[in-house]
Nanobody, 122 residues
Framework: QVQLVESGGGLVQTGGSLRLSCAASGRSFGRSSLGWFRQAPGKERKFVTS????????AYADSVKGRFTISRDNAKNTVFLQMNSLKPEDTAVYYC???????????????WGQGTQVTVSS
């Protein structure tokens, strides 16, 4: 059974930082793209960022470029999201995802975590 377990969410003030982690188990994701989506209250789930299996290729939503950084540790089957300069509009449930594919405008994932809440206060 595949499991993606997120951690690191919480409450932070505007301008602050948080680091999310996602531990994968049940199979090796060494050859899969990993990443993050987020869903704000009343809105659809949106792509945030992804990283390919080697870590050599990343993609970011325009809204987080320059502020968020994704990385992965294949030996530990873990992906990280460093979020800096957080804004109230970053408030959302953040979902870890595996097996991500997309063309830059539409993104899909094969596996999902249960999500972790990130709240940025103004």
């Amino acid at each position: 059974q595949v499991q993606l377990v997120e951690s690191g969410g919480g409450l932070v003030q505007t301008g602050g930082s948080l680091r999310l982690s996602c531990a994968a188990s049940g199979r090796s994701f060494g050859r899969s793209s990993l990443g993050w989506f987020r869903q704000a209250p009343g809105k659809e789930r949106k792509f945030v960022t992804s990283i390919n299996w080697s870590g050599g290729s990343t993609a970011y939503a325009d809204s987080v470029k320059g502020r968020f950084t994704i990385s992965r540790d294949n030996a530990k089957n873990t992906v990280f999201l460093q979020m800096n300069s957080l804004k109230p509009e970053d408030t959302a449930v953040y979902y870890c995802a595996a097996g991500i594919t997309g063309d830059g405008s539409k993104w899909f994932a094969d596996y999902w975590g249960q999500g972790t809440q990130v709240t940025v206060s103004s």
